[in-house]
Every structure is written in structure tokens, then in C-alpha cells.
């Protein structure tokens, strides 16, 4: 073994301070890092995103959105800041999926970047373990991506803004649209849903209130972690037990397995719902025509009358041959809400920025934009079904593009 | 690393002399405490990243370098010292000393209990066991209502600010390299080493193996924890994902392996290299996983003893001092 | 409780699963017990065999599971310089060295099918892959009896070519004792190298039949890692029958703490047995050396 050598060479008595002495200069060592470009005539926007590790999709969408913003801004001339046109820089860091890097990038956006205000990263753990650095250091915030009860239960936010689908609304639709469209089951239920902490709220707290509400049957309510593939004994009971409706709340990888093992168990429930994972195209890619009429809580689409919805569809998918996702237009809005407030405030005082932000009263590209005293925006919800490999609105009628698949082929 | 070029050579000239010794322990001690009030906000960040990887390393070398454990189980007690530290502040209202004390002897009785067991696994057995000790703890974790599940706890007490942190990130650092110096300078080296390269062996000339290993193991857990404990008040908000990581095992790892496995500085020169690694590619966000991998790999191939084993070698090919072998 | 039915579905379907496991862990047992190599890149494999499936059906119209021996063959070829030119220049460096050489290569591998394939979910859409086949009132999935019958035959394969085969006795004799294998004359390099690929074309396998029944991502070999991990401690070391044995037991167990815990804690009773096992039998069920 060749670390022997060097082991035994190491093994001589070793004082503390030839441990300490090189520590005691180590931040100086590390001022080698520093390439911290201080432009006093740009605005720096910082954003630490996912764009590597599990949550990279919705990484690159945000990036695209964020961008998207910045660039329009820039393109008609920038902000005046105390009377002087400035171009905006946005800086982008990956956090890895990982909550402790977000807040590491978050820190360091602020204290070498010196960016002047902040943009959220994706899902709750990402998005606030961000906005707890941005409340610490009074730097405003402005996020999407990260559902209202959960952003609002973590403290009561002084800097940090979000703008989103509220989880109670959500939790409601599917029991409007069985209402509303008229549709027979046996009123049985059955939950699958991940202890995130939205499908912890969605799955694990709302959807059985609101089925005993509207005099559901819940025979069996089950929870799973993030990172489970295996569900062949909860479908086998959920068909045991003959439900007939069925809502799951789990990420992407989680429902294409759900819905293959609920087909393979040969169990084929009227109503399916699939919140969170069934929102993305590549679910429907993943399953082909197994994905047709899973329904999915949307909070945005192209065809939502709001100025500038189908643009943004239409330029997202012509510069990047992807198919648009949702989160172009909630990312995109929380930048503009922030530009719109730099440029009101016409000031990089953090402070006077925040009060601007706190003052957003316009409609964007998701819909009219107001925060409420707990800095929350709800974006108003439809219920999406996949029909063809494409996505319908089913409900509420005055939004539909199509008409309903039941029960699910 | 212009660091030790530096101080390699002085240290053999007059640091031998015991009160050159502690006076200069102190005034590096100082100065490290004295740190965050004149450095930039930035460097106070980076410098407590620095500390934190440093005795998490430091305490994988003592497991690795001198005991011959080669761990993946770190995150096991870094992620048990920041839910113990949370569920702490939280719920007794304690300081945070208090609750990273507390911390630290909950990790070690943790170990304590999981010690019959991966002991008695060698080598590989040992790694693949620790690997599932802490892959099993977040598997709990996350299911087990009381710790909030995937949603995790936030600390309701307001947070100190990162100067104070770093002061007692620092004084962790301290307490590590006075165990470090105590492993690898005492009596109790011996025992390690002995343990290390033939624990049978030892065990027949009367060195009692599992002690000296349970020993070792114990305080290293306690330093993992109250690592752990420091991120967790830092950020505010602890999930099973982010604190029990595999990151957490396998980033002292890799530092460590930078460094130079076994080596007295192996650590630290890791660890900035590492953390600086991380700040320069910040900027090129896409790409720099997959940079910092090839990094690795190459490191590995052409520096089978780390950057202090290529500092070495340089050193001895330039100067006829003795300083490697020192 | 659940129904009588139920629980027999859940046993069946732990048995066939399990399997599945085995299969997936596969690669992973070769390599640890010939190479003594803890391959923290085996899950990347996995994917990668899973992406070598999708995209062999969307390119060729070609079935992956007619295929699977061209995809194992391709993940051999990709194996074979990643043994050449990361891990053969370590030999004798120490264990660590190429352990984490093969977490530097599992991080590149991750990075580089998120900026190839984007991150998303993927799964090889196969009719056969969502019926059940139902023996009256027990109804199991149709591609785990497909996918136990693949690893129970592959399994049999390699063990057959461990056990009768000249390259097979080669082997054996690398594993137990490399020093006296290089002195009778085994070339132990080259052993190595073919026991590498071996592993990376099971991986690949195994990462195919994982993308036709359940589903993928860049990230999802970290989760595959951890559970064959304790399929092959389960079925000791090295020892490539007992693997299977392994993933059965696991499957099972699995099963039935998702039934009576609810499927939350299945992989925590699969690892809870994992360090169990490790504490009363670390050479395994089957396994003579420890």
C-alpha cells in the first residue's frame, strides 16, 4: 500500500499551531478567489437556481424566465437610478438541488456580487433556505415556485415575496370538477402523496377534509418519500378497496412510475389525478398514451387572458424547440415584479426597493399580481387533463379548450 | 498554499522550542478570532464554509488517516447534530452552546451504540455499513412524523450572524486540532497505529482494538455533530435531504484525498482547495460539477498523495531542508 | 388489515421484484468482489444503460429487451477505457483512491446526461410493460415476471461462466488471493479489465429493465446504489448466486414492510435488515469468506 509511507511520515508529534498557523491565514489564502467585478453603473440581480441535481428541469426553465425579463429591460435601455440609465446584470449560480448550497450561493451573491436584489430558486426546501439569507440580510426577494402555505409557514417574511398557486385551492379543484362536470363514481378516494411539505399539506391534511366535505369516501390515504419507486402495495389496496377516484401528489419520476404500476396492476380508477409530477411534457413523453386523461392543477397557460401569455409560450418554444412548462411565466413575472419595483423605486436602497415590491399592483403574464399581508400572490388555478400528448383545459368552463376524458381510457 | 511554502522551512528552525510553540498557537488562535471583524462579509462566508470542511476532514482523517475506518457515514452524525441542535433550540429555549454540547453527546452515544456492530466489519464492510447507517438515519427521519418529515424544522429563535458563527466555528477548529495533535503526538498515536496497520496483532501485544478505535470514533462523531449543529443554525432551516447527504460523507473524502490521505496538512490544503474550486467555477454555473469531477480524477492519478505529497516532493527537489520528513 | 389476496399480491410481487433488485445490483457485486472496488459510479451505469434502452428503441424501432445484449455490450465498450485509463493506473493506491475516483466519474456522469439528455423524467414506453397477468384472484405485473425470468437467466449465465469457465477460475483466483494469482501466472490486469466490463454491461442490463418498468432520471442512480448495496451484503460479497438470493430476501422484506409500515418505509426495513445483516452475518446468506 503506498500510503503507508506517508502515513508513517505523518505520524511524528504534530503541535497544534502547525495546524493553526496556516488557518489563521487561510482567508487570505482564499483571496485568491475573489474576481468580485465591482460596477458601480449596473443593477445586479442574483439568483441561485437548480441546475444540476434532481430539480435541474426546473432549473432551466427559471433560467430561461429570469433571463427572459432581464433581457427586455436591458434591450429598451436599461433603469434610471437616480436619474441615470443603468443596465441590469443578472447572476445566476447553481445550487445542486441542494438546500445548503442555495443558501451558500444566496450569501455569496449578496456579499460578492453585491447584488442589490434577489430571485427565488424552486420548490419549498430550495426556495426558502434562500429566502431565510435574504430575510437575514434585509435584501428583497421575489419568488414563484414555491406553494403559499408552505412559504408562509416558515416565518413571517419582512424581504421575501412569493407569487403562486395557494395549496387549499388546489386541494379543491379535483372535488369542483367531479361537482361541477357532473361525474359518477362510487364516491371512494384513495391518497398517494409524498411527505414533502406540499404533498404533506395537499395530500396528507386537505384533500381528506375536502372529500368528507363534499361526502367522499377516504378508504385509504397513504405517504411515501421523494424518493420512492416502489408502490405495488398501495395500489394493490387502493384496487382492494375499489376506489375510484384517485389523487396522488408526488414529483415527475414518482408519477410516471404510479401511473405504470397502477396499469400493470390491471386497477383502473374513473378519476385520476396526478399533481405536481403530471405537469411537465415529459411525463406525457414518458408514458405515451398511458398518460391520457391524468388530470393536473395548472396555474398557468398559454391561452389564459393575460397580456403576453402566448407570446411567452411562443418564444420560449421557438428559441429553445422545448415545449413551454408553467414555470416560464411564474419565473418571468417574478422578475418583472422586481425590475417593475427597482424602476419605481428608482433606487438600489434595498429598503425602498422592498417597499416597492410591496406595493405591486399590475396584471402579468400570470395573471393580476397583488401580495397580501403575508407576501403572498395566489395565481388562480384550472384543472389541466392530458389528451393526446397535449394538455386541455378541462375546468372551469369559461377557461376550457376541451371537453373532459371520463372515466380515464 | 503560498501559506506553507512559507512556514514550512521556519518551522524546523525555531518552532521546536515549546514556548515559541503556545505563544504562536495563541497568536494564531487571535487572529482567527479576530478575523471576521476586519475581513469582508464575503470572506467571513467563504472562511466559515472553510472552518466547517476543514474539521469535518480533519475528524475523517482521524477515522481513515490514523485508525484505517474509511467512513461514507459521516452525514449520519452531521445530519444528527443539526436536528438535535434545532430540536433543542426549539423546544428548551437553551443556548446554543448548550444545544451543541448536547448535540455532540448524542452523536457519540450513537456511535457508542453502533460500534459493536461496524466494528465488526473491516474494509470494505466498514464503509458499505457506515454508508447505510446514514442513508438508514435520513430514511427515519423523513418518515418519522416528529422531525417534520420532507419539510424538516426551522429554528424559531432568532439566529446569530455569521461573525459569531465563525468565532465558533473556529474554536470547533481549535478543539479538532487539539485532538488531532493529542491522536497523532501522544501516547495514544501509538495505540492508533498499531490498531491501524495490523489490529490482530495489536490485539495480541494487549492493545485493546475496540477502545482505541471506540475512542477515536466517538470524538470524531462529536466534532461531525457539532459541524452539523453550526450549518444547521446558519441556515435556519434543516431537511432530511440537505442534512443527512451523501455530500456531507463523501466531501470530507474528497478533501481529504486532495489534501494528502494521512498527511499532517492533507485537510486544510483540501479544504481551501475545495472551497476555492467551488467560488471560481460559481460562474459557470452549468458546468461546474462536472468540472470539479474531472478535477478530482485527475488529482488522484497525478498526486497519489495529495497537493501536500506534490508540495513535498517539490520542496525536497528545490531545497535540501528536511522538511519532509519532519 | 388488508385482504388475504392482498398480502399474497404483495409477497408475489416482493419475489419478483426482488428479482429485479438482484439483477440491479448485479454489476455492482461483480466489481466489489473481484476488484474489491466500491463502485460509487454503479448507479450512473445503471442510468446510463437505461438511456442506451431509450434511445435503441426511438433510433432502431429495436425492442430493448431483444436488445439487451447490445446494450450490455455497449456499456462493456464504455466500461473498458473508463478500466484502462481511471482505475488500472491506481492499482495497489489503495482502496480510497479508486473509490473516489469512481464518485469524481459518478458526478461527471450525472452532469453530462442532464446537458445531453435535459433533466428530465424518462421511462422506454412498452406496451407490455403496464398489463397485469392475472392467475385468478392474484394479479401481478407482467414486467417483473419478465423482468425475474431476464435476471434468473443472467444471474445463472455469469455464474456458470465464474464457475466452469477458464476466465472463471482466473477470476476466482484474483479475488481470493491477487498476489498468488499474478505469481501462478494470472493476468490479474486483465482479469480486472474483464471483470469491469462485465459488471458495467449487468449494470447496463439491469438499468434497461429498470427504464421499461418503472422510470429514470440523470439522478436516479444514487437511489438503485444505496439498495443494491444491501442486496449484495445480503447475499454476501462477491458471491453472484447470492445476489439473487440477496434481492429476494430484500424484495420480500421490502414488500412486507410496505404493507404492514405503508411504502414509506420500505427502503428503511430494507436497510434496517441491511445493517442487521452486516452485524449477525457479514459474509451473508450464502457467503463462506468474509
Redesign the interface.
Given at each position: 500500500?503506498?500510503?503507508?509511507t506517508?502515513?508513517a511520515?505523518?505520524?511524528?508529534?504534530?503541535?497544534?499551531?502547525?495546524?493553526?498557523?496556516?488557518?489563521?491565514?487561510?482567508?487570505?489564502?482564499?483571496?485568491?478567489?475573489?474576481?468580485?467585478a465591482k460596477a458601480a453603473d449596473e443593477i445586479v440581480i442574483g439568483a441561485s437556481i437548480p441546475?444540476?441535481?434532481?430539480?435541474?428541469?426546473f432549473?432551466?426553465f427559471q433560467k430561461w424566465g429570469y433571463s427572459r425579463a432581464v433581457d427586455e429591460v436591458n434591450k429598451a435601455g436599461g433603469i434610471t437610478i437616480d436619474g441615470r440609465k443603468m443596465p441590469v446584470r443578472l447572476v445566476?449560480?447553481?445550487d445542486?438541488t441542494?438546500?445548503?448550497v442555495t443558501?451558500?450561493?444566496t450569501?455569496?451573491l449578496?456579499?460578492?456580487d453585491q447584488a442589490r436584489a434577489l430571485l427565488g430558486s424552486c420548490t419549498?426546501?430550495l426556495v426558502?433556505?434562500g429566502a431565510?439569507v435574504a430575510e437575514?440580510k434585509k435584501i428583497p426577494l421575489v419568488t414563484g415556485c414555491n406553494p403559499l402555505e408552505?412559504f408562509k409557514s416558515?416565518?413571517k417574511w419582512n424581504y421575501a415575496w412569493d407569487l403562486f398557486f395557494h395549496e387549499p385551492e388546489l386541494a379543491a379543484i379535483p372535488f369542483k370538477v367531479l361537482d361541477d362536470l357532473k361525474l359518477e363514481t362510487n364516491k371512494k378516494v384513495a391518497i398517494f402523496h409524498?411527505?414533502?411539505?406540499d404533498?404533506?399539506v395537499v395530500g396528507g391534511t386537505l384533500w381528506p377534509q375536502m372529500a368528507k366535505a363534499a361526502g367522499y369516501e377516504v378508504v385509504q390515504n397513504?405517504?411515501?418519500?421523494?424518493?420512492?419507486?416502489?408502490?405495488?402495495?398501495?395500489v394493490?389496496?387502493a384496487k382492494?378497496k375499489g376506489a375510484e377516484v384517485v389523487l396522488v401528489d408526488a414529483i415527475?419520476?414518482?408519477?410516471?412510475?404510479i401511473r405504470?404500476?397502477i396499469?400493470?396492476?390491471?386497477y383502473a380508477p374513473k378519476l385520476l389525478v396526478i399533481e405536481k409530477g403530471a405537469e411537465?411534457v415529459?411525463?406525457a413523453?414518458?408514458?405515451?398514451k398511458?398518460a391520457d386523461g391524468v388530470l393536473v392543477g395548472g396555474y398557468w397557460d398559454p391561452s389564459f387572458p393575460y397580456p403576453g401569455a402566448k407570446d411567452l409560450a411562443t418564444t420560449f418554444e421557438s428559441e429553445t424547440k422545448?415545449t413551454f412548462s408553467q414555470h416560464i411565466a411564474d419565473s418571468y413575472a417574478a422578475a418583472q415584479i422586481l425590475l417593475d419595483a427597482i424602476a419605481s423605486a428608482g433606487s438600489l436602497d434595498p429598503e425602498k426597493i422592498n417597499a416597492a415590491v410591496a406595493k405591486t399592483d399590475k396584471t402579468y403574464v400570470v395573471g393580476p399580481i397583488k401580495f397580501d399581508e403575508s407576501h403572498n400572490a395566489k395565481l388562480p388555478l384550472a384543472m389541466l387533463q392530458w389528451q393526446g400528448g397535449k394538455t386541455s383545459i378541462v375546468w372551469p368552463a369559461d377557461r376550457a379548450t376541451g371537453k373532459i376524458l371520463f372515466p380515464v381510457p | 498554499?503560498?501559506?506553507?511554502t512559507t512556514?514550512v522551512p521556519e518551522?524546523s528552525l525555531l518552532?521546536h522550542h515549546p514556548f515559541v510553540?503556545?505563544a504562536?498557537?495563541g497568536?494564531?488562535?487571535a487572529?482567527?478570532l479576530a478575523?471576521p471583524s476586519f475581513?469582508?462579509?464575503?470572506?467571513?462566508?467563504?472562511?466559515f464554509?472553510?472552518?466547517l470542511y476543514?474539521v469535518l476532514a480533519e475528524a475523517w482523517n482521524l477515522l481513515a488517516?490514523?485508525c484505517g475506518l474509511v467512513s461514507l457515514g459521516s452525514s449520519s452524525f452531521f445530519g444528527l447534530g443539526a436536528y438535535v441542535t434545532v430540536g433543542l433550540l426549539n423546544h428548551t429555549g437553551s443556548g446554543i452552546g448548550l444545544a451543541l454540547a448536547a448535540s455532540a453527546l448524542v452523536a457519540m452515544t450513537l456511535a457508542l451504540a453502533m460500534s459493536r456492530g461496524l466494528f465488526r466489519l473491516r474494509g470494505l464492510y466498514f464503509t458499505v455499513g457506515t454508508l447505510a447507517l446514514a442513508e438508514a438515519l435520513r430514511?427515519l427521519v423523513?418518515?418519522v412524523p416528529w422531525f417534520g418529515?420532507?419539510?424538516?424544522l426551522?429554528v424559531s429563535a432568532d439566529?446569530p450572524?455569521?461573525t459569531e458563527l465563525f468565532r465558533d466555528a473556529a474554536l470547533l477548529?481549535?478543539v479538532a486540532?487539539?485532538v488531532?495533535?493529542l491522536a497523532?503526538?501522544s501516547r495514544f498515536?501509538v495505540l492508533l497505529?498499531a490498531v491501524?496497520?495490523d489490529e490482530d496483532a495489536a490485539s495480541q501485544v494487549g492493545v485493546r482494538a475496540f477502545r482505541v478505535k471506540l475512542a477515536a470514533f466517538m470524538v470524531a462523531s462529536a466534532l461531525i455533530a457539532i459541524a452539523g449543529g453550526l450549518?444547521a443554525i446558519?441556515?435556519?432551516?434543516i431537511?432530511p435531504?440537505?442534512s443527512f447527504?451523501l455530500?456531507w460523507s463523501v466531501d470530507p473524502l474528497a478533501i481529504v484525498i486532495i489534501g494528502?490521505?494521512?498527511?499532517?496538512?492533507g485537510a486544510?490544503v483540501g479544504a481551501?482547495f475545495f472551497?476555492?474550486i467551488g467560488?471560481?467555477l460559481?460562474?459557470y454555473?452549468?458546468l461546474?460539477?462536472a468540472i470539479t469531477g474531472i478535477i478530482l480524477i485527475i488529482l488522484i492519478r497525478c498526486a497519489?498523495?495529495g497537493l501536500c505529497?506534490l508540495l513535498e516532493t517539490a520542496l525536497r527537489r528545490t531545497g535540501p531542508t528536511k522538511v519532509?520528513?519532519? | 388489515m388488508?385482504?388475504l389476496?392482498?398480502i399474497v399480491?404483495?409477497l408475489i410481487?416482493g419475489l419478483l421484484?426482488g428479482g429485479m433488485l438482484a439483477l440491479t445490483a448485479l454489476g455492482l457485486s461483480i466489481i466489489l468482489g473481484v476488484m474489491r472496488l466500491v463502485n460509487l459510479a454503479h448507479g450512473e451505469f445503471l442510468v446510463a444503460g437505461a438511456y442506451a434502452g431509450l434511445f435503441l428503441l426511438q433510433r432502431t424501432g429495436i425492442d430493448p429487451l431483444v436488445g439487451l445484449l447490445l446494450i450490455g455490450l455497449i456499456l462493456a465498450l464504455i466500461g473498458y477505457p473508463i478500466y484502462r485509463f481511471l482505475l488500472a493506473p491506481l492499482a495497489?493506491?489503495?482502496s480510497?483512491a479508486a473509490m473516489m475516483t469512481m464518485f469524481g466519474l459518478s458526478i461527471i456522469l450525472?452532469?453530462l446526461f442532464?446537458l445531453l439528455f435535459?433533466?428530465?423524467?424518462?421511462?422506454i414506453?412498452r406496451d407490455y410493460?403496464?398489463?397485469?397477468l392475472?392467475l385468478g384472484p392474484i394479479?401481478v405485473?407482467?414486467?417483473?415476471v419478465i423482468g425475474f425470468a431476464i435476471s434468473v437467466a443472467l444471474i445463472m449465465a455469469v455464474h456458470v461462466l465464474i464457475a466452469r469457465s477458464r476466465f472463471g477460475s482466473e477470476l476466482r483466483a484474483s479475488a481470493d488471493q491477487p498476489l498468488a494469482a499474478a505469481i501462478i501466472g494470472v493476468n490479474v490486469s486483465r482479469v480486472h479489465a474483464l471483470t469491469f466490463c462485465l459488471g458495467t454491461a449487468c449494470a447496463g442490463i439491469g438499468g434497461t429493465l429498470i427504464g421499461v418498468?418503472?422510470?429514470?432520471?440523470?439522478?436516479?442512480g444514487a437511489?438503485y446504489l444505496l439498495t443494491d448495496f444491501a442486496v449484495i451484503v445480503l447475499g454476501g460479497l462477491g458471491n453472484v448466486l447470492g445476489t439473487l438470493v440477496g434481492g429476494i430476501v430484500l424484495g420480500v422484506l421490502?414488500?412486507v414492510g410496505?404493507?404492514t409500515l405503508?411504502?414509506?418505509y420500505?427502503?428503511l426495513v430494507g436497510l434496517v435488515l441491511f445493517l442487521a445483516m452486516l452485524q449477525l452475518r457479514p459474509q451473508g446468506f450464502l457467503g463462506s469468506r468474509a
Open positions: 500500500m503506498a500510503t503507508r506517508s502515513r511520515a505523518s505520524s511524528a508529534p504534530l503541535p497544534v499551531l502547525k495546524r493553526l498557523l496556516p488557518v489563521a491565514l487561510l482567508t487570505i489564502a482564499v483571496a485568491w478567489t475573489s474576481t468580485s441546475l444540476s441535481g434532481p430539480l435541474a428541469g432549473g432551466s445566476l449560480r447553481d445542486k441542494d438546500p445548503n443558501a451558500a450561493n450569501e455569496s449578496l456579499s460578492r419549498p426546501a426558502n433556505a431565510l437575514r408552505a416558515v416565518r409524498d411527505n414533502g411539505p404533498g404533506q397513504a405517504s411515501f418519500p421523494v424518493d420512492n419507486t416502489q408502490f405495488t402495495s398501495l394493490a389496496e382492494a415527475t419520476p414518482q408519477a410516471v412510475s405504470k404500476q396499469a400493470s396492476a390491471g411537465p415529459q411525463f413523453e414518458a408514458l405515451g398511458l422545448l | 498554499m503560498s501559506v506553507l512556514s518551522r518552532l510553540r503556545v504562536l498557537s497568536i494564531s488562535f487572529a482567527l478575523a475581513l469582508p462579509a464575503y470572506f467571513v462566508e467563504i472562511g464554509k472553510l472552518l476543514i488517516g490514523y430514511l423523513v418518515n418529515g420532507a419539510t424538516g426551522f439566529l450572524d455569521v477548529l481549535v486540532s487539539l488531532m495533535t497523532t503526538g498515536s497505529r491501524r496497520d450549518q446558519k441556515l435556519g432551516a431537511e435531504y440537505g447527504g455530500q494528502g490521505l494521512g498527511m499532517r496538512f486544510i481551501i472551497v476555492a467560488e471560481l460559481a460562474d454555473p452549468e461546474h460539477v497519489p498523495r505529497g519532509a520528513s519532519s | 388488508p385482504g389476496d392482498v399480491n404483495a410481487s421484484l495497489g493506491k489503495g480510497e450525472q452532469n442532464v435535459s433533466a428530465d423524467t424518462r421511462a414506453e410493460a403496464t398489463i397485469p392475472m394479479s405485473p407482467q414486467i417483473y418498468a418503472l422510470s429514470f432520471t440523470p439522478t436516479s437511489t421490502q414488500s410496505g404493507l405503508g411504502d414509506g420500505r427502503d
